[in-house]
DNA sequence: TTGTAGGCGTTATCAT
DNA sequence: ATGATAACGCCTACAA
């Protein structure tokens, strides 16, 4: 049924070494049999089975893409990054995605390790521990980290402390000097960062920061901010400005709810948002941000597993790349 | 270095065919013998090499999901309901996406279908023809195609012609008699049938549908939308509604620039969109829209190409799914 | 330039 | 209950 290469080399009567030498474009092969084999590989359709191929050669050409959760819209992008790409790469990306349950997290890194099923893996922020992708390593499998700085591993990353740092200075700038910040802090290091930028921003015009007009939000969706706001109204001094490094949707439940309450953005209350996602552009005001460069940082993560599989790059290289400060009306 | 069975065969005193069966609980091993080889595997921390495992049984244990574009939101849901499902599935997910660019595509499906990279297909929302999907058939590599349906192919979509007829006749019931539709042709079979409910729906209350009212746009973005209102403004009589199975997005950009025009929505005009994209919440008045079950289109994907591989299921199935109208503010 | 032979790690079919 | 042995389809020395 399916047509391999004995099949092509009964036909050409060669063996199937040399068919398999015709098709990978070995060199030492006379025209006459080069053309004859694949002439008769065409007519009979031959594809080859990468699957056996792999076996033989000790490589899939595929790559595990590791996400936490596709429902979020930076993931999604980076992924698009990834995959646009991957257009001209003879890789295939296989998608898995850990939804946030940590003991199968480990478990999947070690099969995914040892099974042969990929040649590299790039994992999109997570908040596993550099511990944990130490089986990678252990089984020489590269492997990059994708939203956060690993030392001991290959990374691509923004510079969220900066972006963040620019996003308060531009309100200090404004005259802010009360201004409350909205974070997460489950989400991990990035957020952690972006806290940083935060305080150095305050730090750095004489400000001092306010721990009662910080808030610490478990989810990142507008509902999260709709009652953040209103635990904010009540707060005197009241803040003049929020920087939401907790996400723009976030940010978002805030304006509206602020509007609701007849309290006028930016001129009563200036905010901030991060991410830069579809939506900030559609509220009213449209919302200020802090854009991450997410299909770039997709792109890099590619080339850089490829350039490891293939190697031509050694040793731990970090990417880091600069955030884009979106101003819009909400400030 | 990687473990095989045969090291484990080694310690064990038996040959890597008794391993092999130890490993896959098949019947009739001794007590002694399994519990030997499952303590040496685990010891050594065995895990089987799927690739020399798949050249063996013909099965890769991973299926291919072909997507038109990852920047749709659409998409990515669906794909989301795809993974979600997918955890306590032993398929794995390889992604492919055909970024519209149309040569690639019948290729791309040639070699999926004949190098064995994947037991099965499950495409989304393509604009491709039953025939170019005839080479799943052929190679018996089962296939299923979401958001669409095939009369010779599995599928799972939705009733879009009912979902536009909903959503159009809501707005007749409201006494809304000159209803514009803006679709979007290039997009293919879906926005046919959403065109056809709106059609069904005026018919059904001997309504003329007036054709200086229907508009086509080329993409599917906020600033079509802008576009089209400039265009729809100027029109007598006005239309009192819109209709816009051309998405969420095209539908906000109406909703935008109407109310910068000082047109109030939904009390000069009302406006229906397509998706429930999420930042149809965000817009203010709120998006009135048609909700596609996306997770269960993916759930139902992924399920029933599972049956399909593994021999479960035979003979075409469709499953039609029901849209769900979301009243909001902007109706 | 091409053929021979062996191996990649598993599974599957026979014997034993 | 277990062992030999032969696939699976391809690649790669090495030999000719």
């Given at each position: 049924m399916t047509v391999t290469l004995k099949d092509i080399a009964i036909r050409a009567g060669v063996t199937s070494a040399t068919v398999s030498m015709v098709i990978n474009n070995k060199p030492n092969i006379s025209e006459t049999t080069r053309k004859k084999v694949l002439k008769i590989a065409k007519e009979l359709n031959y594809y080859p089975n990468v699957i056996a191929r792999g076996l033989a050669t000790k490589k899939s050409n595929s790559i595990g893409v590791i996400v936490p959760n596709l429902a979020s819209s930076f993931v999604v992008r980076v992924l698009q990054g990834i995959k646009s790409t991957n257009r001209d790469i003879e890789y295939t990306v296989q998608l898995f995605d850990t939804i946030g349950q940590k003991e199968r997290e480990s478990q999947l890194f070690q099969r995914l390790a040892r099974e042969r099923r990929i040649d590299g893996v790039i994992l999109i922020s997570s908040t596993v521990t550099e511990e944990e992708l130490n089986v990678?390593?252990?089984?020489?499998?590269?492997?990059?980290?994708?939203?956060?700085?690993?030392?001991?591993?290959?990374?691509?990353?923004?510079?969220?402390?900066?972006?963040?740092?620019?996003?308060?200075?531009?309100?200090?700038?404004?005259?802010?000097?009360?201004?409350?910040?909205?974070?997460?802090?489950?989400?991990?290091?990035?957020?952690?960062?972006?806290?940083?930028?935060?305080?150095?921003?305050?730090?750095?015009?004489?400000?001092?920061?306010?721990?009662?007009?910080?808030?610490?939000?478990?989810?990142?969706?507008?509902?999260?901010g709709i009652e953040i706001f209103d635990r904010l109204k009540n707060i005197v001094p009241r803040p003049t400005a929020v920087f939401v490094p907790a996400g723009d949707m976030v940010a978002i439940g805030i304006v509206k709810e602020a509007k609701r309450e007849g309290i006028k953005v930016p001129d009563d209350l200036a905010i901030v948002g991060y991410d830069d996602i579809p939506a900030a552009e559609v509220i009213e005001p449209a919302l200020t941000t802090v854009r991450q460069p997410k299909l770039e940082m997709g792109d890099y993560a590619i080339n850089m597993i490829v350039d490891k599989i293939e190697g031509r790059e050694s040793g731990i290289k970090h990417k880091e790349l600069p955030t884009k400060f979106i101003i819009r009306e909400s400030t």
């Open positions: 990678f390593a252990e089984e020489s499998v590269p492997s990059i980290i994708v939203a956060r700085r690993c030392e001991h591993l290959d990374s691509v990353y923004v510079n969220n402390e900066q972006g963040a740092f620019d996003a308060t200075e531009y309100l200090i700038t404004k005259g802010h000097r009360n201004i409350a910040c909205i974070t997460t802090r489950k989400q991990g290091i990035p957020t952690e960062e972006r806290y940083n930028g935060y305080l150095r921003a305050l730090r750095s015009h004489q400000i001092e920061a306010r721990s009662d007009i910080l808030f610490d939000v478990n989810d990142d969706g507008m509902e999260d």
